[in-house]
């Protein structure tokens, strides 16, 4: 699980890993807002529960919903 990032993935998913002063995913989902999407679906495997904390709060500030589907196993690039 994102051991090319690695050591800064050793205490946060490689989505929440910061570029640029925010979160990867929050790029994504900023651009997603931008487009009209209203609402997202992410594949989370690797701390779920920091994960799920992180997009609670992007909900409430961005006035989007955020899905979770949780990979029990890892199912690469194409996801659940």
Request: charge should be positive.
């Amino acid at each position: 699980f994102g051991t090319r990032l690695r050591p800064l993935t050793l205490s946060v998913p490689k989505p929440l890993v910061e570029f640029a002063n925010k979160p990867i995913v929050l790029h994504q989902i900023e651009a997603l807002i931008k487009a009209g999407v209203k609402h997202v679906v992410l594949a989370v495997n690797y701390q779920p529960k920091v994960m799920q904390d992180a997009i609670e709060q992007w909900e409430k500030t961005y006035g989007i919903r955020i899905t979770c589907s949780h990979e029990t196993e890892p199912l690469g690039t194409a996801g659940p």
